[in-house]
């Protein structure tokens, strides 16, 4: 039996992986590569705690904006010459999620485009004003954030609910297995982000990277497996 405490801790990772998949699959929507995607998505959720706290309405990344733009001002966290500050700024307000999404690719995108990986991705946003982008003759007009852990801890975000980080798997290291949905024994290996699960008691696989839960049975390997690392 699960604790309640156990419980509340699933739940919070259920809706977190909801949020950053919503906000993936609305980047790719606007035209995000892969990589891009997972960027965004773990920008988002970084930047609002998962979608409870977006800076002004429907603004998920953090987005400021000027005297003749629409804004609300919000206190932030800033980094100032290596101290911690608390500032009030001004925080753009949009009209959906998806104008958010396309203000933030518009934005930022020349930095990103490009990127093998979250990290490089995140590493390339806090590049600071003046500096060169990788694979390009584009310059940096600012770094994306102040703090000197942002682009950490955007890739941890992204391990976590992207399934790799948004680095795509070649063809070469992939196990391709066809097998029917109720076949059991289709999971042999780890994945980054394919996982076994339950859902209403029933037993499956999970996508991570789409939320879709497939309904099949396990094999006796695949169930040994998935109470040592922790299920129920």
Not at 18 to 35: D, E, T
């Amino acid at each position: 039996m699960k604790t309640f405490s156990e419980f509340c801790h699933n739940l919070q990772e259920d809706r977190n992986q909801r949020f950053y998949n919503q906000i993936k699959q609305g980047a790719l929507a606007a035209g995000a590569s892969p990589v891009e995607a997972d960027t965004i998505a773990a920008q988002a959720s970084l930047e609002t705690g998962y979608g409870k706290y977006p800076s002004g309405s429907f603004n998920y990344f953090g987005q400021k904006g000027t005297s003749r733009e629409n804004t609300t001002r919000m206190r932030t966290r800033e980094v100032i010459n290596g101290r911690s500050v608390m500032m009030n700024e001004p925080f753009k307000n949009y009209d959906s999620l998806e104008s958010s999404i396309r203000d933030r690719m518009n934005k930022w995108g020349y930095k990103t485009r490009g990127a093998e990986s979250v990290e490089d991705a995140a590493r390339r946003l806090q590049i600071p004003g003046g500096g060169r982008i990788p694979g390009s003759r584009e310059i940096s007009h600012g770094a994306y954030a102040t703090d000197p852990n942002y682009a950490s801890t955007v890739a941890s975000i992204a391990r976590t609910y992207g399934g790799g980080g948004g680095r795509l798997p070649s063809l070469r290291s992939r196990s391709i297995t066809t097998m029917k949905p109720t076949q059991k024994g289709a999971l042999n290996s780890p994945s980054p982000t394919r996982v076994l699960a339950k859902l209403k008691g029933k037993t499956g696989e999970l996508d991570k990277s789409t939320g879709k839960f497939t309904k099949r049975g396990w094999s006796s390997t695949e169930g040994s497996r998935y109470k040592k690392y922790g299920g129920k």
